[in-house]
Nanobody, 114 residues
Framework: VQLVQSGGGSVQSGETLRLSCVAS????????MSWYRQAPGKTNRDFVASITPTGDSTTYIDAVKGRFAISRDNSKNTMYLQMNGLKPEDTAVYYC???????WGPGTQVTVSS
């Protein structure tokens, strides 16, 4: 299993970013996928959002509801996280994770300045 992430970067408060996670090595369309983040100085990775295999159901933490949107394109084995209205408290390293065997992506830095 391999997860390759792209996107992220440094933006101002209120701006937008989109993260991508391309999966290989398993039947992507058969498994739920999730995004996590690890804030500066924190040792744990916190759940952010998840999406069912067909994309018909999504789950978000309260802190990102209405601002972030998780989606997937099973034809491209790719999951996305559209992040709108970014806030400084969204600053973190963002990781994708599969629900097949729990592989983590390499992480991508998102930095939001006020």
């Amino acid at each position: 299993v391999q997860l390759v992430q792209s996107g992220g970067g440094s933006v101002q408060s209120g701006e937008t970013l989109r993260l991508s996670c391309v999966a290989s090595g398993f039947t992507f369309s058969g498994y739920e996928m999730s995004w996590y983040r690890q804030a500066p100085g924190k040792t744990n990775r916190d759940f952010v959002a998840s999406i069912t295999p067909t994309g018909d159901s999504t789950t978000y933490i309260d802190a990102v509801k209405g601002r972030f949107a998780i989606s997937r394109d099973n034809s491209k084995n790719t999951m996305y996280l559209q992040m709108n209205g970014l806030k400084p408290e969204d600053t973190a390293v963002y990781y994708c994770r599969d629900h097949f065997i729990g592989t983590w992506g390499p992480g991508t830095q998102v930095t939001v300045s006020s």
